[in-house]
């Protein structure tokens, strides 16, 4: 005696979701399927949306719909100004501090050796090519302070130093350890306006 | 500046799973869009499989592809035994357990006042029909030993009393609280067996 295969699949399908093992993979199929069928609908909607839409901005890698991001296409940025950050969460918060009105990269990811992630895994590559475009004068770093934050702004240093541009990161005004997205605008507004050359 | 309304959708979608808040559901769709397109194709899919496919068996409730599940179906199996769970792990528990030869009816629930789950949320009609049937001679309420457990079978006793029916309770051979899906096989085939009259 087993579960229907198509159950079976989908218990199986949730689990490529971070944080779902076994038994609550079991449970979300369970809810769906008893409980929310028009959850489970629009769930495999997005998916498919997400997957055929979403591709990464030419200039800030981050997820954007349209070859260039709404951000990288305006114009009324400082263009000199180029700020780095790890995940597109961490630049909603800065936008939402009203702190930094240059424009940004996305790295889409941070070092983090003890999890397999090097440097080739984050865009580096990308990210030189975009900050040596000729127009951007300083690179702010604004990695997280962890410490993965923390290996892959060092990374971004060595990558970017002694190629004319100015390099700072910004200050350490949150608590050691925290993450830009669970912080209040206020301090990473401070943090920004305290930045340090590198 | 927002995330791009695909991205938007999706991270809303997710947060249809239960015990998904937003935080997790940011992070869901990064992982799922960044680190495992492949992955989330394959939810996609299977939950369109699944909504598509999976109905309920006409005779014990349970989940199935076809009307009549193929436990109901098969004729080796006791028609006078039918053993009430709330859900379809715990079946698959019992079969695995090797503890009992007839037929099951799977409620699909348990009643829960505390979260506004009540007897019209089980399928208390269904099970009704089933028991009345003129084969079925006793019935063995397996539902957990939790509150909700415990009032469902409450409410499954005093839906078939007085119908000249047997009806039975597994017993109390598992840790107060316990929940069958999370009991190991012979500490289940020992309630099994000492199942008490109600
Ligand atoms: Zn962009
Ligand atoms: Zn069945």
Chains 1, 2 share one sequence.
Do not use: W
Request: aromatic letters at 4%; glycine letters at 8%; proline letters at 5%.
């Amino acid at each position: 005696m087993k579960n229907p295969p198509s159950l079976d699949s989908l218990i199986a399908a949730l689990k490529v979701l971070p944080g779902v093992g076994p038994k609550s993979a079991q449970r979300m199929a369970f809810h769906l399927l008893q409980r929310d069928k028009a959850g489970a609908e629009r769930l495999a909607r997005a998916l498919d949306r997400a997957l055929t839409n979403l591709t990464h901005c030419e200039r800030c890698n981050t997820f954007s719909e349209t070859p260039v991001c709404n951000l990288c296409a305006d114009a009324s940025r400082r263009q000199d100004l180029l700020c780095v950050v790890e995940m597109p969460a961490d630049l909603l918060m800065l936008e939402q501090a009203h702190c930094h009105d240059g424009l940004y990269f996305v790295l889409m990811g941070r070092i983090s050796p003890l999890d397999g992630v090097g440097p080739r895994d984050v865009a580096l590559e990308k990210l030189f090519h975009r900050a040596l475009d000729g127009v951007v004068e300083e690179v702010i770093v604004a990695t997280n302070f962890t410490a993965e934050g923390e290996a892959t702004a060092h990374v971004v240093t060595e990558l970017l130093k002694n190629r004319g541009l100015k390099l700072t990161r910004i200050a350490r005004g949150m608590p050691v350890g925290g993450e830009l997205e669970y912080v209040d605008p206020g301090t990473l507004a401070q943090a920004m306006f305290e930045r340090r050359k590198l």
